[in-house]
């Protein structure tokens, strides 16, 4: 459980910490909260000759709430999207969340940025930005590019961003009034079992907008637009909860581990989704 | 003239002697990150080992290549088996009379095998260098399954010879260890067969590991000029590993001094001898230059002890009313790829043989075979005494079973087959004389605190109205009466490579009337320094805060062979009382002499000797040991100093009643435990506040246990729970409330009535949380399903009972 050496860099700004990746090529890597790269560099399975630490940066940290738009420095550690005043009335599924992620020791140092960057599918961000339909902000030696989270991920530890590019900011618009994080694991600190975002707009007495995203049943996270459509026009009852399940259960692909054998994710995946659709619509 | 004051009252709270619960000593500096843990130890010049490990289960090794790593600058050595061998120590023995590889010799049995050992100026080059050794592996078959084992073509232990007996007598195939059995197997089956009521079982008590906070580790240091050899280690057992060290060196005995420092937890995975503290020695010996070695937490999950794996196919009678009549069980005892379990030497199988729990059985017959397959070798006591777990484990899930098959109350099942209080002295068909108990009032008070009536009704309504698809959740009550047998052991009987298992208390008295006592024990945060005073200060009226406790330093300690199998209480904690009667009269003969009278005309009173019917005249202890220094009193010797080596003349059998009331939810396969409640009969209390603190440790450590905490190998014998994301250590969102309570029934033969309770709460609480999984189940005709119990286990048996519609 002892990394191999590597040297340190600090810079303070985001074209500096650029061009350092830009530099190092692929013997680089940022280091944000370190709480999902340090473990890997601990068991030797990511050799890192050069480690860009970010925690200097101005510009990638703090949450704003500014006409009709959030935005979040990638660098805001869980902690603070659990604190933040701003988000817990515009997004208060992000506190939701967060409050889940691990425990508190780890919440103090992982990163909103490094918990999406990371591409890791356990992570539960990824699938609550699918969920948010946020927009991911990156800046590499080419300038600024933004892409969709909805887009973003790619397979297990692959996304659209380049290795040079950072990840310096997330936006997204505020929420609908229902909303629900459900998530089972096993124990503090474990990832999840199976874990479910949904959005609900009430639109009348019926279920207007619907969005459903899905964490760690996939190699990445899963936007089930079937899964919400289901649910829009209805008044989220027994038999649109099954569609809206039947839905998800169509475009998740859950691999057996430790957590359990496939079948059993399916099951809880549903269970966990219908118990998210009910809070939501509760709220909705 | 004497002072009258304090009162009686007061001058025995002052004492803080039995009883008491007297605040731990030892907390002011674990809380204040002052304790002094192996890996504090730093001394100059010190090295730093590391071992290349075998990434596979199964391999030869064809060769290993260690130019590129000697080649890395602050790189001393890199030792291999071929090193090792000039010393004849690229074996070793094992406790359980096997031997095991110290530096893989010709083939690695397991994955996290030690492979080879670098030796480096730090700790991170170390690392660095063990990436560099090339190791050529060939794979060979991999057999995790002990039933596998048994069938299969493949040897795994080329070292042994074909059809020569093993320690424990005839091996009937390469991959068996032993067959031990006790009992009368033909009249058991004879009983069996001609049952009225006949319960048969495969209880599987899983994989698991001890998994102390504090891994293992040593920093050995050779002085040459001297030719002294000090060790500092996570040692439960210091002594015995000063005379292991000095048996496998040859270096003399009073050349070698073993220092076992604060340790945190051992829970027996620190009792064996593994590799890293023989390499560490030989290093130092090699380097002249002291050399540590700490573990990682994955070196520790994957290759120290574990324990458990026991697979035990039971089958209990009884008559149409529920008389037990005969109990028959055969262990399939998987122990890895060498036997190194830590039990006493006759008990291959430790005391499994108390499996007939707290029940009254005429006929009982156990037959244990040992196999060895590719996973790490130990088989450790997991806080429990040699394999009671195991025992106690099996026969509650066998009463559950039977229960069911008499379609009766297990409360009541149990009730009817306890051991009577007036049966004690009990001799149990298996061999053991329990020495006291009295069940019945225990289980009584138990059942009536949680209105054990009420439960059931209750799960009757929650089942129904599941049935109604009304909830989703199943009730599940779990009850357990277990009896444990610690105290290991009687000299006659109990011995660890040769060495009988009594144990020791020195004390000294200062001429001012404090103390400081050492034993043959070592604390690893049961609290010996807190307790260990107290009996002290109730058998020598010195107060236990004016009395040090030293323990785990061989130079300075009284032989003793350890802390484990909740041994200290029974065996040094006796020794500890038998050494403070030794002060106590040799003070009375002080007293006598001082006061005048003869001493039968004295009488103890707390902390001083009275003239008996002149209260006023009296000598406290303070002023007899200031006289027994610094006045000649004829026929005396000077000073005031007593040692006791004890060897106890039975086991104790603590025991104890637990209710786990669970609820469970059929989709999900969560739980949630809506109450504990822990009856212990511990014998005589000695600090209800340590015995509480105990109890619920060892509750939580049985609840990972039972609810998620595994060693789990894949069909290639990988490791899948090596690191603390898998395996389950629970913290205080999973931990939950528990209720303690007690009974207290003293041991007839222990000089204050003490049993030990430290490993308790594990042995009782792993069947009361999975007999209440089982339980929820009951009504649907579950019968066993196996532990750890998490969320998808729980879920596979709903499935597979057809509860998901
Ligand atoms: C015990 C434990 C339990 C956990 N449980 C959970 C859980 O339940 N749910 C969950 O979601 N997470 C969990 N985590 C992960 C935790 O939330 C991580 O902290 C998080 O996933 C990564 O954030 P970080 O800031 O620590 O990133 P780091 O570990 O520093 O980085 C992760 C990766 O992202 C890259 N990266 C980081 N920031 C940027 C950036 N701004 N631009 C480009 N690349 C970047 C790094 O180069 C690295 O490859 C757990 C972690 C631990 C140790």
Redesign the pocket.
């Known amino acids: 459980m002892i990394p191999p050496a590597f040297e340190y860099h600090r810079p303070q700004d985001v074209a500096s910490a650029v061009q350092i990746l830009a530099e190092q090529g692929d013997e680089a890597?940022?280091?944000?909260?370190?709480?999902?790269?340090?473990?890997m560099m601990k068991l030797r399975m990511?050799a890192v000759e050069h480690l860009v630490d970010?925690q200097d940066i101005a510009e990638?940290q703090g949450i704003t709430t500014e006409s009709g738009t959030i935005r979040i420095g990638?660098?805001v550690?869980?902690h603070e999207l659990i604190t933040s005043d701003a988000l817990a009335s515009a997004a208060p599924i992000i506190r939701e969340a967060a409050l889940?992620?691990?425990?508190p020791q780890?919440?103090y140092?992982?990163?909103v940025?490094?918990?999406v960057?990371?591409g890791?599918p356990?992570?539960?961000?990824p699938g609550l930005m699918q969920a948010l339909d946020a927009t991911f902000h990156l800046h590499g030696p080419d300038g600024a590019r933004d892409v969709a989270a909805r887009e973003f991920f790619e397979a297990a530890y692959m996304t659209a961003?380049e290795d040079e590019?950072?990840?310096?900011a997330i936006t997204f618009a505020p929420h609908a009034k229902g909303y629900a994080y459900e998530k089972q694991?096993r124990k503090i600190?474990?990832?999840?079992t199976a874990a479910a975002a949904v959005l609900i707009e009430k639109d009348g007495m019926v279920a207007g907008n619907a969005t459903v995203a899905m964490t760690n049943l996939s190699d990445t996270p899963v936007f089930s637009e079937a899964a919400g459509a289901a649910l829009t026009g209805t008044s989220c009852d027994a038999h649109a909860m099954k569609a809206a399940i039947d839905a998800m259960l169509n475009d998740i692909d859950p691999t057996e581990d430790n957590r359990g054998p496939v079948e059993f994710k399916r099951h809880v995946a549903g269970v966990i989704l219908s118990r998210a659709i009910s809070r939501a619509w509760d709220r909705a | 003239m004497n002072d009258m004051s304090p009162t009686r009252e007061e001058r025995v709270e002052k004492l803080k002697g039995l009883g008491s619960s007297r605040k731990r000593v030892e907390d002011a500096r674990f809380t204040q990150g002052k304790g002094n843990y192996v890996d504090d130890v730093k001394l100059p010049g010190m090295l730093h080992g590391d071992f290349v490990r075998s990434p596979y289960a199964h391999a030869r090794v064809k060769s290993i290549n260690i130019d590129a790593a000697m080649a890395l600058p602050g790189v001393i050595a890199v030792l291999t088996a071929k090193d090792l061998e000039p010393l004849s120590l690229h074996w070793m023995p094992t406790l359980a009379g096997d031997k095991q590889m110290v530096l893989a010799d010709g083939k690695v049995l397991f994955q996290g095998q030690e492979v080879a050992f670098v030796v480096a100026e730090d700790r991170y080059i170390a690392a660095d260098a063990c990436e560099l050794v090339e190791v050529d592996y060939e794979e060979l078959p991999v057999i995790v399954d002990p039933f596998e084992a048994l069938e299969s073509d493949t040897v795994l232990r080329e070292d042994l010879e074909a059809g020569a007996d093993g320690a424990h007598g005839p091996r009937k195939h390469h991959n068996h260890i032993f067959l031990w059995e006790e009992g009368e197997k033909e009249a058991t089956e004879q009983v069996i067969d001609s049952a009225e009521v006949v319960a048969e079982e495969m209880v599987y008590y899983h994989r698991t590991h001890p998994c102390p906070l504090e891994t293992c580790g040593s920093v050995a240091s050779m002085d040459k000029v001297n030719g002294k050899l000090t060790l500092w280690g996570t040692f439960q057992a210091p002594h015995v590993v000063r005379t292991v060290a000095s048996l496998l060196s040859g270096i003399e005995e009073h050349n070698i001094r073993v220092i076992s420092p604060d340790i945190g937890g051992g829970f027996g995975n620190k009792v064996g001898v593994y590799p890293g503290y023989v390499c560490s020695i030989v290093a130092s010996i090699v380097t002249g230059q002291p050399v540590k070695w700490i573990e990682d937490r994955m070196d520790n999950l994957m290759a120290t002890a574990f324990a458990r794996d026991y697979w035990m196919k039971g089958k209990i009678s009884a008559t149409k009313e529920g008389k037990i009549t005969g109990l028959h069980c055969h262990v399939t005892a998987d122990h890895g790829a060498f036997d190194a379990c830590a039990d006493p030497t006759k008990f291959p199988a430790g005391f499994f043989h108390i499996c007939t729990g707290s029940y009254d059985i005429p006929v009982a017959y156990v037959g244990v075979d040992g196999v060895y397959t590719n996973k790490a070798p130990g088989g450790v006591a997991y806080r429990c005494s040699f394999r009671v777990t195991e025992a106690a484990y099996f026969i509650e899930r066998m009463i559950e079973v039977l229960a069911m098959e008499l379609n009766m109350d297990a409360a009541e099942l149990r009730r009817i087959n306890f051991i009577k209080k007036d049966q004690f002295p009990y001799q149990s068909a298996l061999g053991w004389e329990f020495d006291s108990g009295d069940y019945h009032t225990a289980w009584d008070k138990a059942l009536d605190a949680v209105d054990y009536a009420g439960l059931r009704k209750e799960q009757e309504e929650r089942v129904a109205a599941f049935k109604r698809g009304e909830t989703r959740k199943l009730l599940g009550i779990g009850l357990t009466h277990f009896t444990e047998i610690v105290g290991a052991g009687p000299v006659k009987n109990c011995d660890i490579l040769g060495m009988g298992m009594f144990d020791s208390c020195e004390i000294r008295i200062h001429p001012t009337g404090s103390a400081v006592a050492r034993l043959g024990t070592i604390s690893q945060g049961q609290g010996h320094a807190t307790t260990f005073a107290q009996i002290l200060a109730s058998e020598t009226g010195i107060p236990a805060d004016s009395i040090t406790i030293e323990e785990g330093d061989t130079d300075t300690a009284p032989y003793g062979l350890g802390t484990y199998g909740s041994r200290s209480t029974p065996v040094a904690g006796a020794a500890t009382a038998m050494a403070g009667r030794k002060i106590r009269a040799k003070a009375q003969m002080i007293a006598a002499y001082l006061l005048e009278v003869h001493d039968n005309d004295l009488e103890w009173d707390v902390d001083r000797f009275v003239v008996k019917g002149a209260p006023e005249r009296f000598k406290t202890m303070a002023e007899i040991a200031y006289a027994a220094y610094n006045q000649a009193i004829p026929g005396v010797e000077p000073g005031l100093e007593a040692v006791s080596y004890y060897d106890p003349p039975n086991m104790t059998y603590p025991f104890g009643a637990y209710v786990c009331v669970m609820e469970i939810d059929v989709d999900t396969g969560e739980h949630e435990i809506r109450q504990f409640y822990a009856l212990d009969d511990c014998g005589t209390r000695i600090n209800p506040m340590v015995i509480e603190g105990q109890v619920h440790g060892g509750l939580t450590e049985a609840l990972a246990i039972a609810m998620g905490q595994e060693i789990a190998y894949d069909k290639l014998g990988n490791v899948k729970t090596g690191t603390l994301?898998d395996f389950f250590l629970p913290t205080a969102w999973e931990t939950p409330n528990y209720t303690t309570d007690f009974t207290e029934t003293p041991s007839p033969h222990h000089p204050i009535g003490a049993k030990g309770v430290g490993e308790s709460p594990n042995v009782g609480g792993v069947p009361a949380f999975s007999n209440a999984v089982h339980d929820a189940f009951r009504a649907f005709g579950l019968r066993q399903s196996h532990m750890p119990h998490d969320h998808w286990r729980i879920w596979k048996t709903a499935n597979d009972l057809g509860l998901h519609g």
């Open positions: 890597r940022c280091l944000a909260g370190g709480h999902s790269l340090i473990p990511a970010l990638m990638a660098m550690t869980q889940q992620i691990a425990d780890v919440r140092m992982g990163t940025g490094g918990n960057a990371n890791d356990g992570n539960d961000m961003r590019e950072i990840l310096t694991k600190g474990d990832y999840a | 994301m």
